[in-house]
C-alpha cells in the first residue's frame, strides 16, 4: 500500500487510543480524588504530567490555575492548543480518516464523523458541565465501537494491519504513562509498606484500563502494587499490558513486511525484537529494585523510537528504486503525525 | 395502516407551469405530460407533497452524514457542504439517447484526432481549416508535447461534453471539457440516493444502470498503460484533500481498486514513475491524474509547483507512462476553438456532425469583434479560459456599467472573449419551498476512452435552482438530478 496511506492508518489508531486512554484516565480521577485525601496540587497535575504537556500547561496558566481541577480537566478535554487533550486528540483521529476515506471503511468513517460532529456540539459540552462521568464515558464507549467497527468492516489486510500496530504501541506507551502517575502524585513505591491512598491509587489505575475484573480473575493474586504493576507490565494475556502489546507490535510488523529475504522493515523488525528481549528479561522484583519510574520511561521512550523506526521504514521511505541506490534525500516531516510530541515523560 | 388509500391533499404537479417559449423535459406546451415522463410523473403524484417532501429530506441528511461533499472542508472546522439534489429525475428517452451518444463518440473523435494532429503534422493549420494562430496562441496549446505520442494514441480518456437544449427540443453541445471533468461521482451517488428513496418509481421506471462506470473507466486506462503485465499499476493523482473535487478523486479511486496518490507519493527514476508503498518502489504506469497541466511537473511548467513530481514528463515523453487526461488537451476545449469543432469533425472523418451546438463569435476575428461590441446587450460573452460560470456575462441580465466594462475588456484582450446568443435552456420540474416549479437544466454526459469508446447513459443533470437563473455552476447556486436514460422498448 501506498506508503502516506499507511502512516494515516497508523495515526488514525494512535490517535483513538490516546482519545480512549486519555478520557478513560479522566474518568477514573473524578472517583478518585473523592476517594482519598490528597493535596491539590496532587489531585490533577499529574495527569498533565504524564501526557508530557507539564512544560506547556504552566506556560499558559497562572500559580493559582495549576492545582484547580476545573483548569487541568478543560486543558486536557477542550483546549485546541494542547496537542495532547481529546479534543486534538480526536481531531487527529479525524483528519487522518479524511485523507484516506477510500481506504477505511464507510462505517468508520461514519463512526468517527459522527463523534467528532458530537465533540463539537452543544449537546457534548452540556453532558461535560452536567454529568462529566458520563462524559467520558461516551468517548470511551465510542472509542470501543470504532475499534469494533473496524474489526468487522476492514479488509484484514495491511491497512489494518497498521491501524492494530499504532494501537500496539500507543496502548504500550499509554500503559507505562498510566503506571506513572502515582510516581508523580505519591512518590516512588515501597513494595513493604502501602499507605490507604496508595491502594487506592493502584486500584484506580487498574480501572483506568477495565483491568479490575481481569486482575481478580487471576484467583491468587493478592492485592498489591506490585502485583498490579505486574500485571499490567507482564501479563500476557491482558489486553492493555506491555508485554501484550510489544508482542502484538512484533506480529503486526510480521504481517506488514514483504516476505524474507527483504530489507524493507529491516530496522523496525530489530529494534522491536531487542525491546521484546529486554523487556522478557525483566521480572517484577528487579523492576522494584531498580525503580518502577525508570522501567515505565524506558518503555515510553522504546515506543517512541520503534515510531521513528517504522515512521522511516514504512511511512516516509526514501525514493529508491533498490535499495542499494543513491542515498536518500532530506524527508520533510510528516504532516499527519507533527501535531504531536508525545514522546518523553517529563521527569 | 390502511391510510394509504387516503388521497394526499397536497399534489405535486398539478399547478406547474411550463415557461413560454421554453423547453420543457416533462411536459409539452400545452401542458401534456410527455410519454416519456408519465409514468414517472404518475408514480410520484401517486406519493402526494408531504411524502415526497420527507424523502428529500431523508436525501440531503444522508449526503451530509455520509460526507459526500462537494466543496470540503477548508480548514480544521470541518465546514461542508453537499451539493443540493433535486428528487425529480430528468427523463430522457431511448430514441433521443441513441443519437446523442452517437453525436459524442463522433465528437470525442474527432477532438482526439486534432490533438493527435496539433501534437503531430499540423495538417488541420496547414490546410487553413483553423486559423494558426487561434490554435498555436491558445493558452492550452502545450509546445513541449509537440511530437509525444500518448500510449495508446489516446488523448481524451475523459470527456465531458456539455449538451444543451433550446426551445425546438434538440441537444446540442455547448462546450467541451477534455481536462479533468468532475462531477461523475455525484452520478453514481445520485442514482444510489435515487434507488434508496424511491425505490418503487425506480423499479417501475425500466432505467439504464450507471454503475459500471468505473470499471469501463478501469479497463479504459489498463489497455493504454504500457509497461508489461506483470510490473503495471494504476493510479488517481488528487491535490489533496483540500481540492474541492476531493470526494471525486478518493471516490473514483475507490471504486476502481486502485490507490489515491498526492505528487509526493511518487517518484521518477530511469524516466519511469514509482509509487512509494509499504512493500518498497512500486511501478505505475497509468495515472488518472486530477491535476491540472502547469502543475504537473515542476521541471516543465511551473517550478513552485508542490503537487506535481518532478521529472513526470521525462516518463511521459519516454512513452513509460499514460496520463489521464494526455498533457495540452487545453487546446481542443477552448472556447475560442469550439466553434470549429464541426469543421474538425469534417475534415477528419469526413461526416456531418450528428450534434449541432451553439453560434458562436470569437472576438479574435475583427468581424465578430465588431458585432459582439454592437450586441453586448443581447449576447453572452465568456472568457475562454474561465470555468465554474466565471468570467462571464449575461448581456440582458446586466447592468448598462457591467456591460461597459465587460466591452473593455473585450477591447483590451479580444483573443480572450467569444459571445454566443442567449439560449433559452430546457427546464425540468424542479422542487421548490413554493412547490415544483420549473428550472433550466444542462447535461453534463462522461465519455470514456480506451481501446473502445464508451457513453455513460445520461450523466450529470445540473439545475439553476434560483427562479429565473441561467447559470447551473455548483459555485453559483446550482444543483444537481438524477439523469434517466430509459430503456428500448423491445422490438
Excluded at chain 1, 483521529?93 to 485523507?99: D, F, L, V
Excluded at chain 1, 464515558?137 to 500496530?165: I, K
Amino acid at each position: 500500500m501506498i506508503s502516506r496511506v499507511a502512516g494515516s492508518c497508523f495515526w488514525l489508531n494512535r490517535y483513538m487510543e490516546r482519545t480512549e486512554s486519555l478520557a478513560r484516565m479522566l474518568g477514573v480521577n473524578l472517583s478518585f480524588q473523592l476517594d482519598v485525601s490528597l493535596p491539590n496540587a496532587e489531585r490533577w497535575r499529574p495527569l498533565v504530567v504524564v501526557t508530557g504537556q507539564e512544560a506547556d500547561f504552566v506556560s499558559k496558566t497562572t500559580e493559582a490555575e495549576r492545582d484547580d481541577a476545573e483548569v487541568v480537566q478543560e486543558y486536557l478535554t477542550w483546549s485546541e492548543d494542547n496537542p495532547s487533550s481529546l479534543y486534538s486528540s480526536l481531531r487527529g483521529a479525524r483528519e487522518n480518516a479524511r485523507t484516506i476515506r477510500e481506504t477505511v471503511s464507510l462505517e468508520m468513517w461514519e463512526v468517527l464523523n459522527d463523534l467528532w460532529v458530537w465533540m463539537r456540539s452543544s449537546q457534548a459540552r452540556r453532558i461535560y458541565d452536567r454529568d462529566r462521568h458520563d462524559f467520558y464515558l461516551q468517548l470511551r464507549n465510542q472509542s470501543l465501537l470504532f475499534h469494533g467497527v473496524a474489526q468487522a468492516t476492514m479488509l484484514h489486510e495491511d491497512p489494518f494491519e497498521f491501524m492494530r500496530l499504532g494501537t500496539a504501541l500507543e496502548r504500550a506507551g499509554q500503559t507505562a504513562r498510566l503506571l506513572d502517575v502515582k510516581h508523580h502524585s505519591i512518590g516512588p513505591t515501597d513494595p513493604a509498606f502501602e499507605t490507604p491512598a496508595e491502594a487506592a491509587h493502584w486500584l484506580a489505575t487498574l480501572r483506568s484500563c477495565s483491568g479490575v475484573e481481569p486482575f481478580l480473575k487471576g484467583g491468587d493474586r493478592a492485592f498489591s502494587g506490585r502485583a498490579v504493576a505486574e500485571f499490567l507490565l507482564f501479563e500476557p494475556a491482558f489486553a492493555r499490558s506491555v508485554l501484550h502489546n510489544l508482542r502484538r507490535t512484533r506480529n503486526f510488523l510480521d504481517l506488514v513486511r514483504p516476505p524474507e529475504p527483504t530489507t524493507v522493515g529491516r530496522r523496525s523488525k530489530e529494534l522491536v525484537a531487542a525491546s521484546l528481549a529486554r523487556f522478557e528479561e525483566q521480572d517484577i522484583e528487579r523492576v522494584f529494585a531498580e525503580g518502577l519510574h525508570e522501567l515505565v520511561t524506558w518503555v515510553v521512550d522504546t515506543t517512541a523510537e520503534i515510531c521513528v523506526a517504522v515512521q522511516d521504514d514504512f511511512f516516509d521511505p526514501p525514493p529508491l528504486v533498490e535499495p542499494t541506490r543513491a542515498p536518500a534525500e532530506a524527508r520533510p516531516p510528516s504532516p499527519a503525525s507533527g501535531a504531536q510530541s508525545q514522546s518523553q515523560t517529563q521527569h | 395502516m390502511g391510510s394509504h388509500a387516503m388521497p394526499d391533499p397536497s399534489p405535486l404537479f398539478t399547478d406547474y407551469a411550463p415557461i413560454r417559449g421554453t423547453f420543457d423535459e416533462c411536459f409539452d406546451e400545452s401542458g401534456q405530460v410527455r410519454p416519456e415522463a408519465e409514468r414517472v410523473v404518475r408514480l410520484l403524484e401517486g406519493l402526494g407533497g408531504r411524502e415526497f417532501q420527507s424523502r428529500q429530506r431523508l436525501a440531503d441528511s444522508t449526503f451530509l452524514r455520509s460526507g459526500i461533499t462537494f466543496s470540503v472542508y477548508s480548514d480544521s472546522q470541518g465546514a461542508e457542504r453537499i451539493f443540493p439534489f433535486d428528487l425529480i429525475p430528468r427523463i430522457i428517452p431511448a430514441g433521443e439517447w441513441q443519437r446523442v451518444e452517437r453525436g459524442l463518440e463522433q465528437r470525442i473523435q474527432a477532438l482526439n484526432l486534432f490533438l493527435a494532429d496539433v501534437y503531430g503534422d499540423q495538417r488541420i493549420l496547414a490546410e487553413k481549416i483553423i486559423p494558426e494562430d487561434m490554435v498555436l496562441g491558445a493558452s492550452g496549446y502545450t509546445e513541449q508535447v509537440r511530437g509525444i505520442v500518448p500510449p495508446g494514441g489516446v488523448h481524451v480518456h475523459i470527456g465531458g461534453i456539455d449538451l444543451i437544449r433550446g426551445p425546438d427540443g434538440a441537444f446540442v453541445v455547448l462546450e467541451d471539457n477534455v481536462r479533468t471533468p468532475s462531477g461523475v461521482s455525484y452520478v453514481l451517488e445520485n442514482r444510489m440516493m435515487m434507488k434508496k428513496v424511491f425505490p418503487y418509481v425506480f423499479a417501475e421506471s425500466h432505467v439504464r444502470g450507471v454503475e459500471e462506470y468505473p470499471l469501463r473507466l478501469r479497463d479504459a486506462l489498463n489497455t493504454v498503460g504500457p509497461a508489461p503485465d506483470d510490473e503495471d499499476g494504476t493510479a488517481v493523482l488528487t491535490p489533496g484533500p483540500f481540492n474541492s473535487a476531493y470526494f471525486e478523486h478518493s471516490f473514483l479511486a475507490r471504486r476502481m481498486g486502485v490507490p489515491l496518490v498526492e505528487g509526493s507519493d511518487l517518484f521518477v527514476d530511469d524516466d519511469r514513475l514509482y509509487a512509494k508503498t509499504t512493500l518498497g518502489a512500486r511501478r505505475i504506469d497509468v495515472l488518472y491524474r486530477r491535476i491540472d497541466d502547469p502543475f504537473l511537473d515542476p521541471e516543465v511548467f511551473r517550478k513552485d509547483s508542490v503537487l506535481g513530481v518532478p521529472g513526470l514528463m521525462r516518463a511521459y515523453a519516454k512513452g513509460n507512462l499514460a496520463l489521464a487526461n494526455a498533457v495540452g488537451n487545453g487546446v481542443a476545449d477552448d472556447k475560442a476553438i469550439y466553434p470549429f469543432v464541426p469543421d474538425m469533425i469534417r475534415f477528419y472523418l469526413s461526416e456531418e456532425p450528428v450534434l449541432g451546438q451553439v453560434p458562436t463569435y470569437v472576438c479574435a476575428r475583427d468581424d465578430d469583434l465588431a458585432y459582439v461590441l454592437d450586441h453586448v446587450g443581447e449576447l453572452v460573452i465568456k472568457a475562454v479560459n474561465e470555468a465554474g460560470g466565471y468570467g462571464m456575462l449575461i448581456g440582458p441580465q446586466a447592468t448598462r456599467r457591467e456591460r461597459r466594462d465587460f466591452a473593455e475588456r473585450i477591447r483590451n484582450d479580444p483573443r480572450n472573449y467569444i459571445a454566443q446568443p442567449r439560449i433559452e435552456l430546457s427546464t425540468c420540474p424542479t422542487w421548490t419551498r413554493k412547490g415544483v416549479g420549473p428550472r433550466r437544466v444542462d447535461l453534463r454526459p462522461y465519455v470514456v476512452t480506451g481501446r473502445q469508446t464508451f457513453v455513460l447513459p445520461g450523466g450529470l443533470t445540473r439545475v439553476a435552482l434560483v427562479e429565473g437563473s441561467y447559470v447551473v455552476n455548483s459555485s453559483q447556486g446550482g444543483g444537481s438530478k438524477d439523469t434517466w436514460v430509459l430503456e428500448g422498448s423491445p422490438t
